[in-house]
DNA sequence: TCTGGGGTCCTAGGACCC
DNA sequence: TCTGGGGTCCTAGGACCC
């Protein structure tokens, strides 16, 4: 298999050319932004396409930045400041005071995204979405995608890519996946490089084992601690030693990564497995003193569970929590239940369920409620024979009490 | 000055059935 | 009275990716 990983970058703006940016923030800041460009700049519509538009002095700097949103993607300018993907825009403003701080758009994201991929598609049919900015193709068959070892085809989607979109994007030719993703690392921004079988020793071997897809920062601390910092250390490691430290698959399949073997073919079609809403709180909350808020916020997040369910079609039966608690540890719970469900209200109800089985003591950072064991709309295999209707009445979001007053059914809800 | 949101996959133990 | 495997489902946590 011939493999393209193709990669989409930055939003270009010409008018940021060469400055520091960083993209990134919550909500609240894109808020912010948009009323005061009302105020100052009534003509300009908020799109990024009116970027153009706007006074450069207008955009606010990173300076000051208070809260806890982190960076979605710099500009190369910004990075060199040490701020990259991840980090929090606290920090980054400590590193970085003058970049210019932008709010994501992901609704202009997610169109871009459909014209990149549609784009591909066109031309190579075979394509693997990997989210939101990345692709992997197979043009094996594609014609012409041998010309100078798929060089060829690799400037036509980006020159296409470009024209389409106005965006950039790096791309890596190699005989499968794994090599074709590093590939693309080696020459970015919106460069296309190709590895071959034996380039492995000369070009992969030299970069660090962080830089193997499936290689986190765990498993390379890990491999640091054994001297192995590497991928040709890593290559020349015993595959027995590997899967005494790593565990027998993950093990092997280090040693199989690191000689860049990989026989994962492309997978065009893929069905999503669960479908989930979290937030992090402005401030850590605590489940007794900011019960009503955590309520409200909790039965919007089964809300927008249940419509994104409705919206993509799916109904799902295990139903799950999510918490994180001040010092950052996370928890989880989850119930499967007998009838597959969109419905807000029971996802409400057993989530709340959920929520009574961890420690509410702890303040808390942030708040999820995720469905999963997920099947298309319509398509729920029936009811297990076992399954007897329930007595008690269908849920509800909210409990009406005596006095006509509504109360949020947190976290002590029956 | 701590660390977003939306996912997938893997592991491991226990329940339960044959 | 003690002792089997296998298979599947459920649950919790964690690594990793974009």
Redesign the pocket.
């Known amino acids: 298999m011939d493999a393209f990983y193709a990669s989409v970058e930055l939003l270009r703006y010409p008018q940021l050319k060469g400055l520091p940016v960083v993209i990134g923030g919550?909500r609240r800041r894109e808020d912010d932004l948009l009323d005061r460009l009302k105020v100052a700049h009534p003509e300009c519509e908020w799109r990024a396409e009116n970027l153009a538009e706007i006074p450069l002095d207008f955009f606010p700097r990173l300076a000051g930045y208070t809260g806890?949103?982190?960076i979605?993607t710099a500009t190369y300018a910004a990075r060199q400041f040490g701020v990259g993907?991840?980090m929090?825009l606290?920090?980054a403003a400590?590193l970085c005071p003058e970049a210019i701080l932008l709010p994501v758009d992901f609704d202009q994201y997610r169109h871009y995204s459909r014209v990149f991929k549609e784009t591909i598609t066109e031309i190579a049919p075979l394509m693997e979405d990997?989210?939101?900015?990345?692709v992997y193709i197979d043009f094996t068959h594609v014609p012409g995608g041998q010309r100078e070892g798929g060089k060829v085809l690799a400037r036509l989607i980006q020159k296409c890519i470009f024209d389409v979109t106005g965006l950039t994007c790096s791309i890596g030719v190699a005989p499968n996946k794994l090599l074709a993703?590093m590939a693309s690392e080696l020459n970015k921004p919106k460069g296309i490089s190709v590895v071959h079988e034996s380039d492995l020793q000369t070009l992969i071997w030299p970069l660090a084992c962080r830089k193997?897809?499936?290689?986190?920062?765990?498993?390379?601390a890990k491999l640091k601690a054994h001297g192995i910092a590497l991928i040709g250390q890593l290559a020349a490691s015993e595959p027995q030693w590997l899967q005494q430290h790593f565990?027998k698959?993950?093990g092997a399949w280090l040693h199989e990564a690191a000689w860049g073997r990989d026989d994962r073919p492309i997978s065009t079609e893929s069905e999503?497995?669960?479908?989930?809403?979290?937030?992090?709180f402005e401030r850590d909350l605590h489940a007794v003193r900011d019960r009503e808020e955590l309520g409200k916020i909790f039965t919007r997040l089964c809300q927008q569970v249940a419509a994104?369910l409705k919206r993509k079609a799916y109904e799902g039966k295990?139903i799950?929590i999510k918490l994180r608690y001040d010092?950052?540890q996370?928890?989880?719970?989850?119930?499967?239940v007998q009838i597959y469900t969109q419905d807000a209200a029971t996802i409400r109800q057993v989530a709340g369920q959920c929520l009574k089985?961890v420690d509410l003591s702890r303040r808390l950072?942030?708040l999820?409620v995720r469905v999963g064991?997920l099947v298309k709309q319509g398509t729920a295999p029936a009811i297990p024979k076992s399954y007897s209707s329930p007595t008690s009445s269908p849920p509800t979001l909210h409990e009406t009490r005596p006095d006509g007053h509504t109360q949020l059914l947190f976290p002590d809800d029956e």
């Open positions: 919550g806890r949103g982190v979605t993907s991840a929090g606290m920090k400590k990997r989210g939101i900015d990345e993703k193997i897809n499936g290689v986190g920062p765990k498993a390379d565990g698959v993950y999503p497995v669960s479908i989930s809403r979290e937030t992090t994104d295990t799950g010092n950052f996370s928890v989880t719970r989850d119930q499967t089985r950072r942030l999820g064991s």
